[in-house]
Protein backbone atom coordinates (compact mmCIF):
# COMPACT_ATOMS: atom_id res chain seq x y z
CA UNK A 1 0.00 0.00 0.00
CA UNK A 2 1.47 3.27 -1.07
CA UNK A 3 1.73 6.46 1.62
CA UNK A 4 -1.70 8.17 -0.06
CA UNK A 5 -3.74 4.52 0.38
CA UNK A 6 -2.19 4.12 4.14
CA UNK A 7 -3.33 7.65 5.09
CA UNK A 8 -6.38 7.03 4.18
CA UNK A 9 -7.24 4.19 5.41
CA UNK A 10 -5.76 5.45 8.88
CA UNK A 11 -8.75 8.45 8.76
CA UNK A 12 -11.06 5.86 7.76
CA UNK A 13 -9.98 3.81 10.89
CA UNK A 14 -10.41 7.21 12.88
CA UNK A 15 -13.97 6.81 11.85
CA UNK A 16 -15.04 3.97 11.89
CA UNK A 17 -13.73 3.76 15.83
CA UNK A 18 -15.78 7.44 16.38
CA UNK A 19 -18.77 5.65 14.80
CA UNK A 20 -18.64 2.53 16.92
CA UNK A 21 -17.79 4.88 20.32
CA UNK A 22 -14.60 2.15 20.45
CA UNK A 23 -12.37 4.25 22.66
CA UNK A 24 -9.52 1.41 22.47
CA UNK A 25 -9.75 1.27 18.95
CA UNK A 26 -9.65 5.21 19.13
CA UNK A 27 -6.42 5.22 20.91
CA UNK A 28 -4.78 3.07 18.49
CA UNK A 29 -5.54 5.86 15.85
CA UNK A 30 -3.40 8.11 17.97
CA UNK A 31 0.46 8.89 18.31
CA UNK A 32 -0.30 8.48 21.98
CA UNK A 33 2.09 11.42 23.40
CA UNK A 34 2.22 14.58 24.42
CA UNK A 35 2.07 16.35 21.54
CA UNK A 36 -1.44 15.06 20.26
CA UNK A 37 -3.92 17.54 20.06
CA UNK A 38 -7.48 17.53 20.20
CA UNK A 39 -9.96 20.54 18.93
CA UNK A 40 -14.00 19.73 18.54
CA UNK A 41 -16.24 22.32 17.44
CA UNK A 42 -17.39 24.78 20.03
CA UNK A 43 -15.11 23.41 22.36
CA UNK A 44 -11.05 24.52 24.08
CA UNK A 45 -8.80 22.59 22.68
CA UNK A 46 -7.43 19.61 24.71
CA UNK A 47 -3.81 18.91 24.59
CA UNK A 48 -1.90 15.35 25.33
CA UNK A 49 -2.41 11.93 25.02
CA UNK A 50 -4.22 11.34 28.45
CA UNK A 51 -6.16 14.40 28.07
CA UNK A 52 -7.01 13.64 24.36
CA UNK A 53 -8.73 10.17 25.42
CA UNK A 54 -10.90 11.52 28.30
CA UNK A 55 -12.04 13.97 25.65
CA UNK A 56 -12.92 10.90 23.32
CA UNK A 57 -14.48 8.84 26.61
CA UNK A 58 -16.37 11.86 27.65
CA UNK A 59 -17.79 12.04 24.03
CA UNK A 60 -18.40 8.46 23.43
CA UNK A 61 -20.03 8.21 26.84
CA UNK A 62 -22.91 10.36 25.65
CA UNK A 63 -24.85 7.48 24.14
CA UNK A 64 -25.84 9.17 20.71
CA UNK A 65 -24.83 7.31 17.71
CA UNK A 66 -23.40 9.14 15.13
CA UNK A 67 -22.96 8.49 11.87
CA UNK A 68 -20.28 9.99 9.27
CA UNK A 69 -20.10 10.37 5.27
CA UNK A 70 -17.18 11.62 4.90
CA UNK A 71 -16.59 13.66 1.70
CA UNK A 72 -13.84 16.54 0.08
CA UNK A 73 -11.05 14.27 1.19
CA UNK A 74 -7.57 15.96 0.17
CA UNK A 75 -4.58 14.53 1.16
CA UNK A 76 -1.24 16.14 1.32
CA UNK A 77 2.14 14.11 1.88
CA UNK A 78 5.09 15.99 3.85
CA UNK A 79 7.75 13.41 4.35
CA UNK A 80 6.84 11.94 7.76
CA UNK A 81 4.04 14.20 8.50
CA UNK A 82 0.39 13.89 5.88
CA UNK A 83 -2.29 16.20 6.63
CA UNK A 84 -5.50 15.19 5.34
CA UNK A 85 -8.96 17.92 4.95
CA UNK A 86 -12.27 16.10 4.86
CA UNK A 87 -15.55 16.97 5.37
CA UNK A 88 -18.02 15.47 8.26
CA UNK A 89 -21.85 15.06 7.24
CA UNK A 90 -23.06 14.03 10.53
CA UNK A 91 -26.24 12.09 11.50
CA UNK A 92 -27.72 10.78 14.60
CA UNK A 93 -28.04 7.33 13.82
CA UNK A 94 -30.59 6.64 10.75
CA UNK A 95 -32.09 10.09 11.05
CA UNK A 96 -31.50 13.32 9.24
CA UNK A 97 -28.35 14.97 8.86
CA UNK A 98 -27.84 17.48 11.81
CA UNK A 99 -24.38 19.04 10.33
CA UNK A 100 -21.13 19.34 8.11
CA UNK A 101 -17.51 20.01 9.82
CA UNK A 102 -14.33 20.78 7.84
CA UNK A 103 -11.69 18.78 9.72
CA UNK A 104 -8.10 18.76 9.52
CA UNK A 105 -6.39 15.77 10.66
CA UNK A 106 -2.36 15.65 10.78
CA UNK A 107 -0.73 12.34 10.75
CA UNK A 108 2.71 11.22 11.56
CA UNK A 109 4.32 7.87 10.06
CA UNK A 110 5.51 5.50 12.73
CA UNK A 111 7.31 2.41 12.40
CA UNK A 112 3.51 0.62 13.12
CA UNK A 113 2.11 2.80 10.53
CA UNK A 114 0.22 6.57 10.35
CA UNK A 115 -1.08 7.64 13.68
CA UNK A 116 -3.31 10.38 14.38
CA UNK A 117 -1.73 13.65 16.22
CA UNK A 118 -4.36 16.58 15.36
CA UNK A 119 -7.72 16.08 15.08
CA UNK A 120 -9.52 20.13 14.11
CA UNK A 121 -13.09 20.60 13.09
CA UNK A 122 -14.92 23.51 12.64
CA UNK A 123 -18.38 23.45 11.98
CA UNK A 124 -19.75 24.64 8.38
CA UNK A 125 -22.60 27.34 8.63
CA UNK A 126 -26.00 26.27 6.89
CA UNK A 127 -26.00 27.54 3.52
CA UNK A 128 -28.32 29.97 4.33
CA UNK A 129 -26.48 31.14 7.71
CA UNK A 130 -23.03 31.21 5.68
CA UNK A 131 -21.82 34.78 5.51
CA UNK A 132 -20.30 35.89 2.72
CA UNK A 133 -16.47 35.43 2.09
CA UNK A 134 -14.78 38.67 1.80
CA UNK A 135 -13.05 39.99 -1.57
CA UNK A 136 -9.48 37.98 -1.88
CA UNK A 137 -6.95 40.96 -1.78
CA UNK A 138 -4.89 41.12 -4.95
CA UNK A 139 -1.22 40.72 -5.05
CA UNK A 140 0.84 42.70 -7.96
Known amino acids: MDDRAAVIAANDRFYRAFEARDLEAMSRVWSCTDGDACIH ?7 GS ?3 MEAWAGIFSTGMPMKFLVSDVVVQ ?3 DLARVHNVE ?13 AVTHLFIRR ?5 LVLHHGSPIAAENEAT ?9
Open 41 to 47: PGWEPVY
Open 89 to 101: NIRFGDGEPIGRV
Open 77 to 79: LLG
Open 111 to 115: PSGWR
Open 132 to 140: PRAREPEYH
Open 50 to 52: EAV
